[in-house]
């Protein structure tokens, strides 16, 4: 992930804030809005690190291929990512 816990934090915090005065969400409870918010933006922020994870599986299991034909790790890396990025239909 590419922001730390707390200033993920902090960013639900703003979000929240900017919703209400935007007049786009209502809450009663704004402590359990802010974690609500929090939890959904820590799950995508968590996305691309999954993603990756289930690159590197793939093109582990293609190493001796990929090998055999000279083919990059990097690239092959970015394809793949890219197919996932499709297929779970998210927002990099």
Known sequence: M???KEYLGYLARQVTKKLI????????????????VN??????????????????LILEAYQDEMQKSGA????????????????YKAVL
Do not use: C, H
């Open 2 to 4: 590419l922001v730390s």
């Open 72 to 87: 990059s790790y990097q690239e092959m890396f970015k394809k793949v990512k890219q197919q996932l990025v499709q297929k």
């Open 21 to 36: 005065e935007g007049e786009f969400i209502e809450t009663k409870n704004l402590n359990s809005t802010v974690e609500r």
């Open 39 to 56: 939890a959904a933006m820590l799950e995508e922020m968590q996305l691309e690190d999954r993603i990756n994870d289930e690159v590197r």
